[in-house]
């Protein structure tokens, strides 16, 4: 697995954790024995549905113990002027003719979507470690590469963008 994680984002796994084993554990557990009170198992929809989801939060549990135990922790200090870690860069498409901003996060909080670039997506290697002005080749694979200019940095180191859930 060895997903590259930061200290912010073990520690945002490591308060999930205790969430769902103190919160959620505790009323998947009290679902499971009212839906099993009602009787007959093999017709109880909500029995099924409460095991069902009883699972769901256990192995979301050991999903994010084994990110956490395999994980490769790296810094999420740069310099000043260069793009790191959770920074929000605005770059410039040169064949798009086009400008775009998007935050660079860890791959477990990359979301597009959302404009969070995981730092092992083609862009976010390519821009990584560069300053304003610069212009970077984005090598997708073999055949096809693009160009980007960076525009602007801005360090947003708060982490409020929240984990990927599965």
Known sequence: MNNQLTEQDIKKMEEEIEYRKVVVRKNALEAVKEARAHGDLSENFEYKAAKKEKNRNESRIRYLERMIKTAQVISDD??????????????????????ETFKVVTT????????LISIESPIGKAILGHKVGDRVEVKVNDNYSYGVIIRKIENTTDGSDELRRY
């Open 78 to 99: 740069s310099a000043e002027d260069e793009v790191g870690m959770n920074n929000t860069v605005t770059v410039f498409f040169e064949d798009e003719e086009e400008e």
């Open 108 to 115: 477990v909080r990359g979301d597009t979507l959302h404009g």
